[in-house]
């Protein structure tokens, strides 16, 4: 299967890569995985340099891989890991590397401008990006927008303001004599993006996004040691 295939099955998980996994929205959405293990593969974990929330997150949701950005940090990460069987690598290229994995879904929460590069990547036919970075659209919205277009995938809001105003697009199609604002936090936009994400999209399982118009890395594999118990 090519780099990027998704796999929408609603009897297999949904593999998932999360960029920025180490801040706010990362924590969020371990804990949404930790308490539906069932429903996700994580592919990679991807973070700038806090090697020892990665590492915990790593082994608490079981990850094939952890990457970060910071090439200094690497050492740290790689200590930590070891004996885990989680592949640990670290720099620029690593990153964009991850987002190279065979994935369903990815998640965009790389905090600033530094989260363009690797989104942009990880935007590939038939995946669905959910997006919590708003510079991405800030920087560069036209080029984004166009490879969306270009390659079909699917942009689904997760950062709040994005994910309130996403809704009322979806509700203006939805007769409804509610007069509550739609949501407008992460507890609830996050769930309410994943749990779309089985099946798909013209299978009616969750609602769908309106048509909107260097260096090489460092790898090491970390191998299963039993003999340290770990």
Same mark, same amino acid.
């Given at each position: 299967?090519?780099?990027?295939?998704?796999?929408?099955?609603?009897?297999?998980?949904?593999?998932?890569? $999360? +960029?920025?996994? #180490?801040?706010?929205? %990362?924590?969020?959405?371990?804990? &949404?995985?930790?308490?539906?293990? =069932?429903?996700?593969?994580?592919?990679?974990?991807?973070?700038?340099?806090?090697?020892?929330?990665?590492?915990?997150?790593?082994?608490?949701?079981?990850?094939?891989?952890? $990457? +970060?950005?910071? #090439?200094?940090?690497? %050492?740290?990460?790689?200590?930590? &890991?070891?004996?885990?069987?989680? =592949?640990?690598?670290?720099?620029?290229?690593?990153?964009?590397?991850?987002?190279?994995?065979?994935?369903?879904?990815?998640?965009?929460?790389?905090?600033?401008?530094?989260?363009?590069?690797?989104?942009?990547?990880?935007?590939?036919?038939?995946?669905?990006?959910?997006?919590?970075?708003?510079?991405?659209?800030?920087?560069?919205?036209?080029?984004?927008?166009?490879?969306?277009?270009?390659?079909?995938?699917?942009?689904?809001?997760?950062?709040?303001?994005?994910?309130?105003?996403?809704?009322?697009?979806?509700?203006?199609?939805?007769?409804?004599?509610?007069?509550?604002?739609?949501?407008?936090?992460?507890?609830?936009?996050?769930?309410?993006?994943?749990?779309?994400?089985?099946?798909?999209?013209?299978?009616?399982?969750?609602?769908?996004?309106?048509?909107?118009?260097?260096?090489?890395?460092?790898?090491?594999?970390?191998?299963?040691?039993?003999?340290?118990?770990?």
């Amino acid at each position: 299967m090519a780099a990027g295939t998704p796999r929408w099955d609603d009897s297999a998980p949904i593999r998932l890569i $999360v +960029l920025g996994a #180490t801040g706010s929205i %990362g924590q969020s959405l371990a804990d &949404l995985i930790e308490r539906n293990r =069932e429903r996700f593969d994580v592919v990679a974990l991807v973070a700038n340099r806090n090697a020892g929330a990665l590492a915990d997150m790593a082994r608490r949701l079981n990850t094939s891989s952890a $990457v +970060l950005a910071d #090439t200094a940090c690497y %050492g740290e990460l790689a200590d930590l &890991l070891h004996g885990s069987g989680i =592949e640990v690598s670290a720099g620029e290229a690593a990153v964009l590397e991850a987002v190279d994995r065979d994935a369903d879904l990815v998640v965009g929460a790389i905090v600033g401008a530094a989260g363009l590069a690797p989104t942009m990547a990880a935007i590939k036919p038939g995946r669905r990006i959910a997006l919590a970075n708003k510079e991405c659209l800030v920087c560069a919205g036209d080029l984004f927008m166009a490879k969306i277009r270009q390659t079909g995938a699917e942009l689904l809001p997760v950062d709040s303001e994005h994910n309130a105003i996403f809704q009322v697009f979806l509700n203006r199609t939805r007769p409804t004599r509610s007069k509550k604002s739609p949501s407008d936090c992460l507890g609830r936009a996050l769930p309410d993006v994943l749990q779309g994400c089985h099946g798909r999209r013209d299978a009616g399982t969750g609602a769908q996004a309106p048509q909107l118009g260097h260096g090489r890395p460092h790898h090491h594999r970390q191998r299963d040691n039993d003999e340290q118990g770990i």
